[in-house]
């Protein structure tokens, strides 16, 4: 069974940074991408961004040049760097990883940008 869990979410001024955690159970060369989502109050769940085995990287357009998504394979932790945040970042952020045609998901943590 896959866990994924997440950490790093919290409370930032707008401007301010933040550095998501998604710690795996097991090896993440098994999974076919890693990335990370987001889902704001009565808006529906999007894709920030995504990273491949090989470390290819996507990103929303909203995220390009502020965000940041990286993979320790060492440690079985993709992470999401998030700078200048904004107001609208706010949302509950979710980890996901994709082998073959199976999603597993993350519980979710907050992240609260204030104007």
């Known amino acids: 069974q896959v866990q994924l869990v997440e950490s790093g979410g919290g409370l930032v001024q707008a401007g301010g940074s933040l550095r998501l955690s998604c710690a795996a159970s097991?090896?993440?060369?098994?999974?076919?991408?890693m990335g990370w989502h987001r889902q704001a109050p009565g808006q529906q769940r999007e894709l920030v961004a995504a990273i491949t085995t090989g470390g290819s990287t996507n990103y929303a357009d909203s995220v390009k040049g502020r965000f940041t998504i990286s993979r320790d394979n060492a440690k079985n932790t993709v992470y999401l760097q998030m700078n200048s945040l904004k107001p609208e970042d706010t949302a509950v952020y979710y980890c996901y990883a994709l082998r073959g045609l199976t999603y597993y998901w993350g519980q979710g943590t907050q992240v609260t940008v204030s104007s």
């Open positions: 097991g090896s993440i060369f098994s999974f076919n991408a």
